[in-house]
């Protein structure tokens, strides 16, 4: 079954430390991207990518950092500097630009702070 | 800047019929989706909106009016499954744009 796969469901981050979240989508989709869910809240784009080892800044990109080396992959790291990081992040994808506004999520990870 | 605005909260009984509003600024604009997010589960697509009307799909419906910066899902014959969030967003260009969510609650 084609879809998109995301790890860990939950995550702990102690302070002062970097965490990586896993994205991984087998629909051969061209464009990915990555929100940001607090409780009770929308989805803010952190950042997106419409093609391999190209991405763009979100609306609240400061403290994480992704990469996009293959198609399939677009992991999320979320670095010290985030000093908030407690959030449910979801991982999504698109046929391509346009087709931006259908997107395929993945169940989501949970970030915690010890 | 973008904004999009949508109620809170809706509550309604089963079989009923609900309508949830959003409104919307932004300074690109391609079309309006929704989507609907059972608790701590993953957004699911329900329809799209590019042109001006209404596009129907089951027992979902979704307006747009794009001199009115404005549209709404329809939700009819109400079921206790509908009872989760539903989000407006506005494809801007190449990414989508989320509300904040309307929490719908359906009592029996």
């Known amino acids: 079954d084609g879809g998109i796969t995301q790890s860990p469901k939950y995550l702990f981050r102690k302070e002062g430390q970097n965490v990586t979240l896993s994205c991984e989508q087998n629909?051969?989709?061209?464009?990915m991207y990555w929100y940001r869910q607090d409780p009770g809240q929308g989805l803010r784009l952190i950042y997106y990518?419409?093609?391999?080892?190209?991405?763009q800044k979100g609306d609240i990109a400061e403290g994480y950092s992704v990469s996009r080396e293959k198609k399939e992959s677009f992991p999320l790291t979320v670095t010290s500097a985030q000093k908030n990081p407690t959030a449910f992040y979801l991982c999504?994808?698109?046929?391509?630009?346009?087709?931006?506004?259908?997107?395929?999520f993945g169940s989501g990870t949970q970030l915690s702070v010890l | 800047g973008q904004s999009l605005e949508q109620p809170s909260e809706v509550t309604a009984v089963e079989g009923a019929i609900v309508q949830i509003n959003c409104t919307y600024q932004t300074s690109g604009f391609y079309g309006l989706s929704w989507y609907q997010q059972h608790d701590g589960g993953a957004p699911t697509f329900l329809s799209y909106n590019a042109l001006d009307g209404l596009e129907e799909t089951g027992r979902f419906s979704s307006f747009l009016s794009r001199s009115d910066s404005y549209g709404y899902l329809l939700l009819q014959e109400l079921q206790m499954k509908d009872s989760a969030s539903y989000f407006c967003a506005v494809e801007n260009t190449d990414k989508l744009i989320f509300g904040t969510g309307t929490r719908l609650q359906v009592f029996p």
């Open positions: 990518s419409q093609i391999v080892n190209d991405f």
């Open positions: 629909l051969n989709h061209d464009a």
């Open positions: 999504a994808s698109s046929i391509g630009s346009q087709g931006a506004e259908k997107l395929f």
